[in-house]
């Protein structure tokens, strides 16, 4: 079973770029679905992007145009690049994969935008 472990978030100004990774370990990790959610303080957790095994990706409407995901099979790791951040992008940032039965969530990384 693959376990997911999420990197890159930290404090960075209004219009500012960070890069999530969301590392995987184990088997077959090509074929999982990935997503990247996140969750503002006393709200729900909401899906940002989506990437298929294949690389095809979606996006909330929120983020289209400023955030692209991405993934890398030979390095078993996710991206998500955030672009032109805004203070309604801070949350815990969540990396999501699920395949057949399989349903994993990392435990989360904060990204804060903030003068």
């Known amino acids: 079973q693959v376990q997911l472990v999420e990197s890159g978030g930290g404090l960075v100004q209004p219009g500012g770029s960070l890069r999530l990774s969301c590392a995987a370990s184990?088997?077959?990790?090509?074929?999982?679905?990935v997503d990247w959610y996140r969750q503002a303080p006393g709200k729900q957790r909401d899906l940002v992007a989506t990437?298929?095994?294949?690389?095809?990706?979606n996006y909330a409407d929120s983020v289209k145009g400023r955030f692209t995901i991405s993934r890398d099979n030979a390095k078993n790791t996710v991206y998500l690049q955030m672009n032109s951040l805004k203070p309604e992008d801070t949350a815990v940032y969540y990396c999501?994969?699920?395949?057949?039965?399989?349903?994993?969530w990392g435990q989360g990384t904060q990204v804060t935008v903030s003068s």
């Open positions: 999501h994969a699920a395949y057949a039965s399989y349903n994993i």
């Open positions: 184990g088997r077959l990790f090509s074929r999982y679905v």
């Open positions: 990437i298929s095994g294949g690389g095809r990706s």
